[in-house]
């Protein structure tokens, strides 16, 4: 007997979306405040309490921006990402993280592009601002794998955990 897995829901599929698109804008969004709130941290005292107010004040604010330019770079990169996990499934988590990664930096990139300032986000006028931004979509897309990963069946499970033959009990 082969070993098949369980399909997820859309219902799933869409929870595990969201799940890791939250943790992808979260992560994106208080990155970018701490490199701007270090931008001004030689020229203005910034305690913790400043620190955390700005971060959620952040976080309300420019979160939903954040989320939506995630979104736009998921779509597609995702697209890309679905038939090469289909492909090779030991790879999914990789593939998902890449995609999500290398998307976000095409997005932000595309949104440079075409805003009127120099760029979008000031965080990412550094290439490590950048990357500490790609790695949070990156991390998203992963958790995103990991979400929506098969099980299989708790027969099949069972039939994996006995004990081989001739082994005692």
Known sequence: MTV????????????????????AAAWGVLAQTQFNLQALAPF?????????RTSLQDLVGFGP???GLVLAAWIPAFLVAWPLARRLPRLRVGWYALAAGVGLIVAIR??????PMPVLIDATRSTFGLLV????????????AWLTR????RSERAIGAQAPEGASA
Request: proline share 2%; charged share 15%.
């Open 4 to 23: 098949s897995a369980r399909k997820l829901s859309w219902g799933r599929r869409a929870a595990a979306f969201v799940a890791a698109l939250l943790f």
């Open 133 to 144: 931004l790609a790695l949070g979509s990156a991390l998203g897309g992963a958790l995103f």
């Open 110 to 115: 595309s949104a440079d592009a075409v805003a």
């Open 150 to 153: 098969r099980h299989a069946g």
């Open 44 to 52: 203005v005292d910034l305690p913790i309490g400043v620190r955390l």
């Open 65 to 67: 921006v954040y989320a």
